[in-house]
């Protein structure tokens, strides 16, 4: 099992819908990240979150350290939204930080 | 441009060839980390410096692999006898240091072709 995972792995909607993308992780943490993949390789880092909520633009994302899960919201999706969003995990090693990610949600947005 | 560049963006090689791949972070990061990233997964990781020393290396890195970090700015990845199997995008990522995580900031990667 991987120490981070996410769904669903794929998610195409029609534009205007409301997204939810989910991450679940089996160890401690110390921050949490929402990443966005183009194609092409691109990674854009959307959120940092460690407790609560934070929103940015049509962006929610939310986090519950007792559950150990996070998910992202988009709000009025468009087309232009269609990417890979990346959940990754900060884990504490031996003083040093290490990320560990999931594999991705593909999201496609149809208008 | 102030963001993380890599180079190349592409790399072709012949199995059995030496490649090396350069990082630039950005400039007041002393946070680096290399990941590796194959066709439909997340990313890897590979290793992290803190200024310019090492402080963590995967087992996915095997001794054909080294990364330096000479002066805490750019660092470089070097892949010796190339294989088919290290065909991959290979990214880079750099942070300010933060206490309990940080945002980072990534690369276009650079994506080698093992042939």
């Known amino acids: 099992k991987n120490e981070v995972e996410q769904s669903p792995q794929n998610l195409t909607a029609q534009e205007g819908e409301f997204i939810t993308i989910n991450c679940s992780y089996s160890?401690?943490?110390?921050?949490l990240h929402w990443l966005q993949q183009h194609p092409g390789g691109g990674i854009v880092s959307l959120f940092m979150l460690s407790s609560g909520k934070k929103k940015h633009g049509r962006l929610i994302a939310t986090i519950n350290i007792q559950e150990k899960h996070s998910s992202l919201h988009i709000t009025a999706s468009h087309p232009r939204d269609s990417a890979v969003y990346i959940c990754?995990?900060?884990?504490?090693?031996?003083?040093?930080?290490?990320?560990?990610f999931g594999q991705g949600t593909r999201l496609t947005i149809n208008p | 441009d102030t963001g993380v560049s890599q180079d190349p963006r592409h790399k072709i090689t012949k199995r059995g060839q030496n490649v090396t791949f350069r990082c630039d972070p950005i400039?007041?990061?002393?946070?680096l980390y290399w990941y590796r990233q194959t066709l439909g997964q997340g990313p890897e990781f590979l290793t992290y410096f803190q200024n310019e020393a090492q402080l963590e290396k995967s087992r996915l890195l095997s001794d054909r692999f080294s990364a330096e970090r000479p002066k805490g700015s750019f660092s470089t990845l070097e892949i010796q006898r190339t294989e088919q199997g290290d065909s991959a995008m290979y990214l880079c990522?750099?942070?300010?240091?933060?206490?309990?995580?940080?945002?980072?900031?990534f690369g276009s990667g650079t994506q080698l072709s093992v042939l």
């Open positions: 990522a750099s942070s300010p240091q933060g206490r309990n995580g940080e945002k980072l900031f």
């Open positions: 160890v401690g943490i110390s921050a």
């Open positions: 400039s007041e990061h002393n946070r």
């Open positions: 990754a995990v900060n884990v504490r090693v031996q003083g040093a930080q290490k990320l560990v």
